[in-house]
C-alpha cells in the first residue's frame, strides 16, 4: 500500500519570499502524485498533479513541483509568495486504476505581511 | 471545467435528527463519488465510494445505517446522517471522478466540493 508524508505541520513565510513544501512517499512503483490547497472552511482545489512525462510540473496560482524518483519526493515550490496562499497544503499520492489516493495530513502554511 | 457542489455549506441540527447533504458534480458527470470527512487540524478520512445505480462501498469503521449514501444520478449523490449526534459534528467532503468519456481520460483524479460544516446540538 502506498503512504505520503508531510514532514511539516506549519511553515511560515514572509511574503514575497520562496516557498517550499516537503512531500515524501512510498510506493513500489510509480505513483499518482496530487498537490491540493484548501482555504479555511472550503473544500480542495487540486494545484497540480504528476501522472508521467516531465518530471517538473506546472500548476495553478504559480505553483510548481518536482517529482524526483531517486528521493520519493514530490516538493512544492512557489518563488514568491502571497499573502493569499495562506492555506493549508495537502500531497497525496495514487496508483493507476484506482481513484483514491492517500493524503498527507497537510502542511499549513502562514503567511507573514 | 470540473465543478463539484456541495448543499447546505453548513447546518446545524438538533441531536437526533437527520440531515442530508448533497453533492453535485455540476459540468460532468460522474460515475463515482466519494464522501470524505475531516476533523479539526487532520488530513481527510474517507468515509464511502457512491457508485451510481450501485450500494455505496463503506470504509472499514464507517457504520452504514448511519451515514446512508445514495447516487441516484450521474450527477448527484446525497449522504444523510441519521440520528445525528455531537460526535457526528465535523466537515464532510465529497468528491467526483469523471465518468470514463469526460474530460480526456482524468479519471484518476478526483474534483472536490466545498464542504459543509455540520453542527450537531
Known amino acids: 500500500a502506498q503512504s505520503v508524508t508531510q514532514p511539516d505541520i506549519h511553515i511560515t513565510v514572509s511574503e514575497g519570499a520562496s516557498l517550499e513544501l516537503r512531500c515524501n512517499y512510498s510506493y513500489g512503483a510509480t505513483p499518482y502524485l496530487f498537490w491540493y490547497v484548501q482555504s479555511p472552511g472550503q473544500g480542495l482545489q487540486l494545484l497540480l498533479k504528476y501522472f508521467s512525462g516531465d518530471t517538473l510540473v506546472q500548476g495553478i496560482k504559480g505553483f510548481e513541483a518536482e517529482f524526483k524518483r531517486s528521493q520519493s519526493s514530490f516538493n512544492l515550490r512557489k518563488p514568491s509568495v502571497h499573502w493569499s496562499d495562506a492555506a493549508e497544503y495537502f500531497c497525496?499520492?495514487?496508483?493507476?486504476?484506482?481513484?483514491?489516493?492517500?493524503f498527507g495530513r497537510g502542511t499549513s502554511l502562514i503567511v507573514h505581511p | 471545467g470540473a465543478v463539484v457542489s456541495q448543499h447546505p455549506s453548513r447546518v446545524i441540527c438538533k441531536s437526533g435528527t437527520s440531515v442530508k447533504i448533497e453533492c453535485r458534480s455540476l459540468?460532468?458527470?460522474?460515475?463515482?463519488m466519494f464522501w470524505y470527512r475531516q476533523f479539526p487540524k487532520k488530513s481527510l478520512m474517507l468515509m464511502a465510494t457512491s457508485n451510481e445505480g450501485s450500494k455505496a462501498t463503506y470504509e472499514q469503521g464507517v457504520e452504514k445505517d448511519k451515514f446512508l449514501i445514495n447516487h441516484a444520478s450521474l450527477t448527484l449523490s446525497t449522504l444523510t446522517v441519521t440520528s445525528a449526534h455531537p460526535e457526528d459534528s465535523s466537515f464532510y467532503i465529497c468528491?467526483?471522478?469523471?465518468?470514463?468519456?469526460?474530460?480526456?481520460?482524468?479519471?484518476?483524479?478526483?474534483?472536490f466540493g466545498p464542504g459543509t460544516r455540520l453542527l450537531v446540538l
Open positions: 459540468d460532468f458527470q460522474a460515475t463515482t
Open positions: 468528491s467526483a471522478v469523471p465518468s470514463e468519456r469526460e474530460l480526456g481520460g482524468t479519471q484518476e483524479t478526483q474534483y
Open positions: 497525496a499520492v495514487g496508483v493507476q486504476g484506482s481513484y483514491i489516493p492517500t
